[in-house]
């Protein structure tokens, strides 16, 4: 079955630095792939979508890429803020029109 | 941007009574909206779909006499959570497309005592 796989543990970046997350999925070929936000209490916020077509999509300081070899997508944000600080969470395209299969979420935490 | 209202957006409840969530999309028309519920750390879990005038369609394992759904317009969703209990506290998201693309409501936190 379709499986998505991101880091449970927190993440721990400094201010300023660069935080990379990793969205690894199995027994799947998306046609696309798909990064939200969403801090605690509160309902995902879509980020970037990024196509089986396209290596790289970028979005004021965030950087997604899309390997469908390795079947991992990165999501990096440049010039991290505390303000950052949330679970990301990646979806991939279910079985019907806009149903999304979600990873378990990767919590980032920037500190100042 | 598609704005996607969920109300309340926290609920306390006494064991073996109903409790109902109201998911609306504010200016747009949702042909289709779905109903997820997560637990602390892990992902979302779809429990059901629905079509606005048809019945929900429940994801495997989902109750529907006891999670039930009405889409009775192109603008609001309800999901009835009857009977509940303990097990069911958690976080329940709507999410509503109007074919262009899925946006989410900000969540109930259901906490049944």
């Known amino acids: 079955s379709q499986k998505i796989e991101q880091n449970s543990e927190a993440l721990n970046i400094q201010e300023g630095k660069t935080a990379t997350l990793t969205c690894n999925y199995t027994?799947?070929?998306?046609?696309?792939l798909q990064w939200y936000r969403q801090d605690p209490g509160r309902g995902p916020v879509f980020l970037l979508l990024i196509r089986e077509n396209e290596k790289e999509k970028r979005k004021e300081r965030l950087k997604v890429t899309f390997d469908t070899t390795l079947k991992q997508s990165l999501f990096h944000i440049t010039a991290s803020q505390p303000a950052d600080s949330a679970t990301y969470l990646c979806a991939l395209p279910g079985d019907s029109n806009y149903q999304l299969i979600w990873g378990a979420g990767t919590k980032l935490i920037i500190k100042p | 941007g598609a704005v996607v209202s969920q109300h309340p957006s926290w609920v306390i409840c006494k064991s073996g009574t109903s409790v109902k969530i109201e998911c609306r999309s504010l200016?747009?028309?949702?042909?289709?909206m779905f109903w997820y519920r997560q637990f602390p750390k892990q992902s979302l879990m779809l429990m059901a779909t629905?079509?606005?005038?048809?019945?929900?369609?429940?994801e495997q394992g989902v109750e529907k006499d006891k999670f039930l759904i009405n889409h009775a317009s192109l603008t609001l969703s309800t999901l009835t959570v009857t009977s509940a209990h303990p097990e069911d506290s958690s976080f329940y998201i709507c999410s509503a497309s109007d074919g262009g693309g899925a946006f989410f409501g900000q969540g109930t936190r259901l906490t049944v005592v």
């Open positions: 200016d747009f028309q949702a042909t289709t």
């Open positions: 027994n799947y070929s998306p046609a696309y």
């Open positions: 629905s079509n606005e005038g048809s019945k929900a369609t429940y």
